[in-house]
Structures are given as structure tokens and as C-alpha cells.
């Protein structure tokens, strides 16, 4: 089982008070993501790595008379290829929340697919679970987004938090006027 972390990241837009004079919106930004020692490249090249090595063992002691050494070689490089392919494939997986522009959006990414939802943060209701290991629900209308599965259960509850304090402080600012807008 491997450590899971999260990057928690806040800004400030400041392009729109220097067009209208008004206060700068607020930008929250949770990215959640796995803790991964080797990105999907460096898994190739171990693998290449690997690959040579062991058939040059394998060669050479199929050259001593022990040929049977070969196949049962290449069923490993098989096994530990399919594994690294797996790791790989979601080596880059990611959770991101973002609350900006009077939007909620929530992005994962799994596998290569990527997937966004929008949600009107002012209707949005933060959920923890009571268990340890559930996840946070984000409910809105007839939809549920489950995220934080990259996250140990502390961590999580204090994404919970963190996300519901953001939303309530949304509530309270009034919403920003665009240039030309009354």
C-alpha cells in the first residue's frame, strides 16, 4: 500500500480588479493525487532495463545447456510487464476541485480518461461519511461526485472541511460584476 498525499493550493484572480476596479475574486483549488515514486516514462525505461538484463542472464545460462531457462524468463517479463502497465496507467491519476467564477467544478482523471462536472457552489452539500473509509460526497440536486481516494481518512475529513468553509464564504460575498454589467 503506498502513501497518498494532497496538494492544497489557493490564488487570487487579480486580473478582474485591475479591469473594474472591484475587489479580486477568491480561487480555491484542492488537487488530490496519488504519491508515485516513477512517472510512466521512468516505468518504461526500468522495464527496458530489466528486459535486458534478464535475457542476457537468461542467454547465458541457456549457453551453459539449461535452454529451459528462456521461456520460463519470458513468462516473467510478461507477469511484471503486465503489473508495470497496470501501475503506469494510472501512475498520473488525479482528484481536482476548484471553486472560482461562481462555479464548483470537480475533475478526475483515471486511466487517461478525464471527466468534469460543474456544480453551483451555493447549492452543494459537503458530506463526510460516517465511516473512516468513506469517501467525500459532494451532493447537488439529483447529482452525487464522490472524491478523496487518494486521501488517508484525516486528511479527507479535513478536505470536508476545508471545501465547506470555502463554499460557506462564497455564500456570504456578493457575486462579482463583469465590465459594462450593473
Known amino acids: 500500500m503506498q502513501d497518498l498525499g494532497i496538494a492544497f493550493q489557493m ?3 487579480e486580473s478582474v480588479a485591475g479591469l473594474n476596479g472591484l475587489r479580486p475574486a477568491l480561487c480555491t483549488d484542492w488537487l488530490m493525487k496519488r504519491n508515485c515514486s516513477l512517472s510512466p516514462r521512468q516505468v518504461g525505461w526500468f522495464y527496458l532495463s530489466i528486459v535486458c538484463i534478464s535475457f542476457a542472464i537468461a542467454l547465458l545460462i541457456a549457453w551453459w545447456g539449461y535452454w529451459l531457462v528462456l521461456p520460463f524468463a519470458g ?4 507477469g511484471l510487464g503486465i503489473a ?3 501501475y503506469a496507467r494510472h501512475a498520473v491519476d488525479y482528484e481536482r476541485v476548484s471553486l472560482a467564477g461562481g462555479k464548483l467544478v470537480v475533475e478526475t482523471a483515471s486511466a487517461g480518461k478525464v471527466s468534469r462536472q460543474e456544480f453551483n457552489p451555493h447549492w452543494v452539500r459537503v458530506e463526510s461519511g460516517e465511516s473512516s473509509r468513506a469517501l467525500v460526497t459532494l451532493r447537488s440536486g439529483g447529482r452525487v461526485v464522490r472524491v478523496g481516494k487518494f486521501l488517508v481518512p484525516s486528511a479527507r475529513r479535513k478536505f470536508a472541511q476545508e471545501l465547506a468553509t470555502a463554499l460557506r464564504r462564497s455564500e456570504e460575498r456578493p457575486p462579482d460584476l463583469g465590465v459594462g454589467q450593473i
Open 11 to 13: 490564488a487570487r484572480d
Open 75 to 78: 513468462l516473467d517479463l510478461i
Open 84 to 86: 508495470l502497465l497496470v
